[in-house]
């Protein structure tokens, strides 16, 4: 926060959010923004992505836009992220075995 | 009520606005450009602590200014907003030009309520522009003074949008 920008590291700190984790918006940011209910990831430059506006929110714009934001693990998307992983891993292993 | 749009502030309500409302979606890098670009005037329409519609405005050297988007929420529709818009430009156009100055718009073949729209606040259709989008499709482009404009929406504006300027600019 030297300049009174966020740092890159903003949305791991104040959501406790990591890089790459689906996270759903479980109460919308002050300024309406973020949404209950949108599907979000952090990414490694520091912005988080919205798959329901189809946009990304840069890391110096996250203080404001994130004012109010709560979040939680997107349990269902990481069971399905998970189920997809080991089916793909069934599938090398078949092919390595076989 | 019109706002100058702040990619912290407004960004992902202008996507959802165009994912809901456009024919064709303007994707969020050509929203920052036209954002950057000194030339354009990107503005949000805020209503009950939300964005409810935006317009982008290009100012060309010239030129006549050019409309390249309006977008109002469905809910919102209807209530005179859209024409508040084009007489808020008709005005500042009349202000900061010579009058008679046109205002162009170009609208996609198949938004029809737009084009009824555009024609109901004194623009008229000059000219199609074949193949205008990426899609290939054909768009009209509409034209309209901007004194005419002024004098077709005054009754079109919404209850409690101040009307003194606009009495003078058109009277």
């Not at chain 2, 405005?57 to 529709?77: D, R, V």
Request: net charge negative.
């Amino acid at each position: 926060m030297a300049d009174g920008k966020p740092a890159i590291g903003y949305a791991e700190e104040k959501f406790g959010m990591t890089v790459g984790a689906p996270f759903l918006v479980t109460h919308q940011s002050r300024n309406g923004e973020f949404q209950v209910g949108d599907r979000i990831r952090l990414v490694s430059d520091g912005s988080i992505t919205c798959v329901d506006a189809e946009g990304w929110m840069p890391a110096e714009d996250l203080h404001e836009a994130t004012a109010g934001m709560q979040v939680t693990l997107d349990l269902t998307e990481v069971t399905r992220l998970r189920a997809g992983l080991v089916a793909e891993l069934a599938t090398l292993d078949a092919l390595a075995g076989g | 009520m019109f706002t100058l749009f702040d990619p912290a502030k407004h960004m992902f309500s202008v996507l959802r606005l165009e994912k809901e409302l456009a024919p064709y979606p303007l994707p969020q890098h050509e929203i920052l450009a036209m954002h950057r670009c000194s030339n354009i005037a990107n503005m949000v329409i805020e209503a009950d602590h939300g964005v409810i519609g935006h317009y982008a405005l290009l100012f060309a050297k010239k030129k006549q200014p050019e409309l390249l988007l309006i977008a109002i929420t469905a809910e919102y529709q209807r209530r005179g907003i859209g024409a508040a818009v084009l007489h808020r430009i008709a005005l500042r156009t009349l202000m900061g030009r010579q009058r008679g100055e046109d205002l162009i718009v170009r609208v996609a073949e198949i938004n029809t309520p737009a084009q009824l729209f555009f024609s109901k606040c004194g623009l008229r259709c000059v000219t199609m522009v074949p193949e205008y989008y990426p899609s290939g499709e054909t768009a009209y482009s509409f034209r309209g003074d901007a004194l005419g404009i002024v004098g077709n929406t005054v009754d079109r504006l919404p209850e409690g949008y101040p009307k003194e300027r606009s009495s003078r600019v058109s009277g």
